[in-house]
Each structure stands twice: as structure tokens, then as C-alpha cells.
């Protein structure tokens, strides 16, 4: 099987739906941020973007609502996240297609275990830090053994600094970065879910939530 694979120089939405139209393209990847620009530009609808069947999208969480956005422009297409990381050889776990868990980032691709801890390394049932291990992660940092210490551990599991849950089908859920993380009177607020509530409001083009010590 023969499949031709189209990049674009830049990110543009009228390139992207003119690539799609013209070659008939049916898979893509695109980062959250072109998932809402392409979900609230009004001019994608001058296109046949019929062909496109699947979109993935990573780097970065895509709530439900900005999911749903997209599809409600471009209907049909089946929109699935997946999560992953340099340290992992990229991909750590992907949505199934006929298991689209809302807002998960989808389960352990074959050969992966995870684990999720708490601020001491104990394992738990809440949310906590992401451990992962397989064949795919790396052995450590070159020429940089004490910062491969502290990131992978005596059994083998590398420390992500990414918070998670893992329901009870195996869907991971990734909340945020620990070091990213805002507490304020004693809750811990991620960025993310912040951003994610301000792109709900249709006057927000986009969003970013930071946290500046004064």
C-alpha cells in the first residue's frame, strides 16, 4: 500500500484547506491551536474537505468542547488526542477509534506500562504524576547522569512531571505539568483547565494562563 504524505512550509488555515481539497487528503496532525483557528475560521466552508476522514492532535490537551467545535465545521471527521514525549521515542498512548473517551489523551500503546504516584512515589488510585516504562524510553540524558537519576528510577519508570489519572479502562487523562501547576488557597488549579474555560466563551480567539510571583 502506497501513501503520499503532503507538508505544508507554514500553518495557515486557507493552505490547509486548500491542500486537502486539492489532494484529497484523508489523515492529519495538527496542535490544538489549529484545531480552534480551523474550527472558528468561516471560510474553511468554502471547501470540499470531505476526503478527511481522522485527525490527531497532541503536543498539547484539546478539551471536549474545543473537539466538538471542530466537528461541528468539519462534520464526519473523527478527532482522536494522543500523548507522548522525546524521552519516549514520541508516542506513549493514542485514542482507539471506537474508544474515544472524552478529554483522555487514549490508552498505553502495546509494550508500555504507567504508573501514577503521589509526591512520594506511592502508587494510587487519584491523581498524581505520570511514571511510564517500556522498550521505547530512553536509556538517560547523554553525559548527564544525575538528571537521568532523578528522572528514571530503580525500577526502570521514567518520571514524566506530567499529572494523570488512569480510569478504570485504562484511559489516561492528562491534567498538567507539575512544575505548572497554581495553588491557590490550598487547591492546586491547572493551567489548562483554565485555558480550556476561556476558550469556551466565543469571544476568545485564544488563550494562555500564567502564573507570575509578585
Known sequence: ?????????????????EAVQKYRITFTYVVPPILLSLARDRAVDRYDLSSLEAVLTGAAPAGPDLI?????????VVVKQAYGLTEGSGIICVQREKDLAKGSAGVLVPG??????DEKGNGFDSRGELLVKGPNIMKGYLNRPEETARCIDSNGYYHTGDKAMIDESGHI??????????????????????????LKHTDVADSAVLFIMI
Open 68 to 76: 466538538q467545535q471542530f466537528q461541528e465545521r468539519l462534520k464526519g
Open 173 to 198: 487523562f492528562i491534567v498538567d505539568r507539575i512544575k505548572e501547576l497554581i495553588k491557590y488557597k490550598g487547591f492546586q488549579v491547572a493551567p489548562a483547565a483554565l485555558e480550556d474555560l476561556l
Open 112 to 117: 508500555i506500562q504507567a504508573r501514577v504516584v
Open 1 to 17: 500500500m502506497k501513501a503520499a504524505i503532503y507538508v505544508l512550509q507554514r500553518s495557515k488555515n486557507l493552505l490547509f484547506c
